[in-house]
Nanobody
Framework: QVQLVESGGGLVQPGESLRLSCAAS????????IGWFRQAPGKEREGVSC???????YYADSVKGRFTISRDNAKNTVYLQMNSLKPGDTALYYC???????????????????WGQGTQVTVSS
């Protein structure tokens, strides 16, 4: 059974950085594409970034140039490095996984089969 556990959220000031982690168990990352999503109160869930099984990445326009997705095979963990955070980045962040998306990935939540419990990111002065 695939399980995903996020960590690394917190309260930061605008301009600061956070690194979110998504630890996978039950399957190695070689077989998974990983996506990061976020949902702010009163808003729909938004696809932020993803990494396909072969390493292709996607970033939403709102985070392009500020967020970076990466993978540590030894730890079976995917990271989302978030720099230059803005108040608009405040949300509950989820990682999700699918065995699809071998070569390209996308931000559609319905394409992902496994979800973590979420980690809260709050950007406020």
């Amino acid at each position: 059974q695939v399980q995903l556990v996020e960590s690394g959220g917190g309260l930061v000031q605008p301009g600061e950085s956070l690194r979110l982690s998504c630890a996978a168990s039950g399957i190695t990352l070689d077989y998974l594409a990983i996506g990061w999503f976020r949902q702010a109160p009163g808003k729909e869930r938004e696809g932020v970034s993803c990494r396909s099984r072969n390493g292709s990445t996607y970033y939403a326009d709102s985070v392009k140039g500020r967020f970076t997705i990466s993978r540590d095979n030894a730890k079976n963990t995917v990271y989302l490095q978030m720099n230059s955070l803005k108040p608009g980045d405040t949300a509950l962040y989820y990682c999700a996984a699918t065995t699809s998306y071998a070569y390209h990935c996308g931000p559609r939540a319905g394409s992902y089969d496994y979800w973590g419990q979420g980690t809260q990111v709050t950007v406020s002065s």
